[in-house]
């Protein structure tokens, strides 16, 4: 395969066209958004780490909170060709600490996924598939060729998300 | 509960932490300096001198982006008048350690580096904890974290031979993982690294912190920094630094925020910091030449 990416905490990654791999290694609470127009092959992949920012450093990694993480990556990817209006979306992480039942003080994960979930639908991406939450870490990894989501729990075996290539139609899973 | 062969793998492991390298004896002796009001820059500059690979290390490591100084630092004494004692205490024990815990740690599912980066974001945390509650050994929180869980590395063959067994038991028991490795193993990484802390001379504190990272109130005198170095575990396995097949099945102390009176806004912003300053030490876990002696 030719292009690997990695995408750390709070980074963007854009490609175009086939033979392209992105992959956020290790999420534990943060989301791992994925993005793809089946038409340009424009696939996107945010590492979310937090639902907003608590100190207000506007601009330096927007890639880290889901409120500025969605519409920082959807410029980045019509910047490439992609068209807003084509983009699917795939998430995946959002764990959360083991018998955590006191306080939500550290329900970092769930916040996260609720945060993204609700950028995604303020800028009409329809969700497709997600795996979030559990206690597991995960790796994420998507495709350029067809918008291939695939996940890895940490010591378990990959299993195949979604193919976002693949929908015609422009219904989302229910968030 | 395999409590018939727990003796036999206590022994094992007893046999693998002395199997461990050693501490450099230069690291110990700057760690003695750096806490004696008596010693100056100069004399602690001259230890380290006496390690030509070490010296390397600790200049490589202050010139690094992490602490963003305005000019290149080339003489020891130098750095040691810029950093301070502490820091270049801490410095000598990074670069002394980060070839054991950078290894793969398979028995965890942790790649290369993986370790490292997990012990590095503590130590960060457990500073940045320290500082905001207003906890007189920043520093020293500093090199806990850093080394909380170096007992990963001497038990790695025993969860890796009975992985399966621990993470059934965990969650069949709704226990946290490092209680599963009690009762399965009978022991457990904590207290694997108390070992190796002893086996290394670091002080008392030092050792309690690595015993009690995941129970800080069994501590005896219940010190802030076990506190601090506790939560700073806990926040960076959420963030996912460094996780490997344990992954969040770890819990966080009752009380411990309590403690610190810390909310919800200040563990977001702990959280942010830790990124940050993550991205900044990305240059600390590119050094293929720092080698333990």
New interface residues.
């Given amino acids: 395969m030719g292009n690997h990416l990695t995408v750390g905490m709070g980074e963007i990654q854009v490609v175009r066209g086939a033979g392209h791999v992105l992959t956020a290694l290790g999420l534990g609470s943060c989301i791992g958004v994925c993005l793809y127009d089946p038409l340009t092959r424009v696939a996107g992949m945010v590492h979310v780490v937090l639902p907003k920012s608590q100190t207000d450093k506007t601009g330096e990694l927007p890639g880290k909170f889901a409120d500025t993480a969605i519409p920082a990556i959807v410029q980045r990817m019509v910047e490439m060709g992609a068209s807003a209006s084509r983009l699917k979306a795939a998430i995946s992480g959002g764990a959360q600490l083991f018998q955590f039942g006191v306080s939500n003080t550290l329900d970092v994960g769930a916040r996260n996924a609720e945060a993204v979930v609700a950028a995604l639908r303020a800028a009409g991406i329809p969700l497709q598939a997600k795996d979030v939450g559990g206690n597991a870490g995960r790796t994420l990894r998507m495709v350029s060729d067809n918008g291939l989501v695939a996940v890895r729990t940490i010591g378990g075996a990959e299993r195949e998300l979604v193919v976002l290539g693949n929908i015609l139609s422009a219904s989302g899973v229910a968030a | 509960m395999n409590t018939t062969d727990t003796p036999e793998k206590l022994q094992q492991l007893v046999q693998t932490i002395r199997d461990l390298p050693a501490l450099p004896e230069v690291v110990v002796r700057v760690m003695r300096m750096a806490d004696d009001p008596r010693s100056d820059a100069q004399s602690i500059a001259r230890v380290i001198a006496t390690d030509q690979a070490m010296t390397a290390r600790v200049l490589k490591l202050a010139n690094s982006a992490f602490y963003g100084l305005p000019r290149r630092v080339s003489t020891l004494s130098e750095a040691v008048v810029i950093l301070g004692f502490r820091t270049i205490k801490n410095l000598a024990i990074a670069a002394s350690t980060f070839e054991l815990l950078n290894r793969e740690i398979a028995g965890y599912?942790l790649q290369r580096g993986?370790l490292w980066r997990h012990s590095l974001a503590c130590a960060i945390g457990a500073q940045l904890i320290a500082q905001r509650v207003r906890l007189p050994v920043t520093e020293e929180a500093f090199v806990a974290g850093l080394l909380h869980d170096i007992g990963k590395v001497a038990i790695n063959l025993f969860v890796r031979e009975q992985?399966e067994q621990i993470?059934e038991r965990?969650l069949q028991d709704?226990?946290?993982?490092v209680e599963a490795e009690q009762a399965v193993l009978g022991f457990n990484h904590a207290m694997a690294g108390a070992l190796i802390a002893e086996k290394w001379n670091l002080p008392p504190s030092l050792v309690a912190v690595i015993q009690y990272h995941h129970q800080p109130s069994h501590t005896p005198g219940a010190e802030g920094i076990v506190f601090a170095v506790h939560l700073a575990d806990?926040?960076s396995?959420?963030?996912?630094?460094?996780?490997?097949?344990d992954?969040?099945?770890?819990?966080?102390e009752?009380g411990t925020?309590e403690r610190f009176g810390?909310?919800?806004?200040d563990?977001?912003?702990v959280?942010?910091?830790i990124?940050d300053q993550?991205?900044k030490a990305a240059s600390l876990n590119e050094q293929p030449e720092v080698v333990l002696q």
């Avoid at chain 2, 709704?174 to 993982?177: A, G, K, L, V």
């Avoid at chain 2, 396995?237 to 097949?245: F, H, M, P, V």
């Fill in positions: 599912w993986e992985y993470m965990a709704r226990i946290p993982f806990i926040l396995i959420t963030l996912g630094i460094g996780i490997g097949g992954g969040l099945y770890y819990t966080l009752e925020l810390l909310q919800q806004t563990i977001d912003e959280c942010e910091r990124v993550m991205a």
